[in-house]
């Protein structure tokens, strides 16, 4: 049996540094990250390119599941609504496969000021930090295993991870 592993959470709560530390350590493992089915200058968020990007993670997720190879699959994205996430569960043949669905959250004050290094650092712009917080929210509401980064380190996150998949 295969896992599928979704890791949600709002930007800069840490999807991609632990699904980078579970890539390294889960045998048999793939990772595939939202947003680079959404790689796109300029960046245009409409009704046809949400569907064109949640087409592009189905079809990458469903190849990654049929291949038989992997063991471990990973999927990070900002998954802050059900509806993100049910939809795409439901364009996945997942028979055979354990489904972890994982939120990581933090505090607001912890996340603004990862956020606020992105910024400095040339990695986000400001206007993130509303649209962070109001989708942190969000996540603490979703039916998810949560895990709190707040005073976590990635790897403590990741171990976590690995935790609920025993």
Not at 101 to 107: D, E, F, P
Request: hydrophobic share 40%; net charge neutral.
């Amino acid at each position: 049996m295969s896992n599928l592993i979704l890791i949600g959470g709002t930007m800069g709560v840490g999807k991609s540094t632990v699904s980078r530390i579970l890539l390294k350590h889960q045998p048999g493992c793939v990772w595939l990250d939202g947003d680079w089915c959404w790689q796109a200058d300029p960046f245009v968020v409409n009704d046809v390119t949400k569907a064109m990007v949640i087409d592009n993670v189905c079809h990458c997720l469903n190849n990654f599941i049929s291949c038989g190879q992997y063991k471990n699959i990973i999927f990070s994205w900002v998954m802050h609504d059900k509806r993100i996430i049910d939809g795409i569960l439901s364009r996945l043949d997942c028979r055979g496969v354990h489904v972890l669905n994982v939120s990581l959250i933090c505090t607001p004050y912890a996340l603004e000021q990862r956020l606020r290094g992105d910024i400095q650092n040339g990695l986000r712009t400001s206007d993130v930090l509303g649209r962070a917080v109001e989708r942190l929210n969000c996540c603490v509401s979703l039916d998810t295993q949560k895990i709190d980064t707040t005073d976590l380190s990635p790897r403590e996150v990741a171990g976590k991870i690995e935790n609920l998949l025993k």
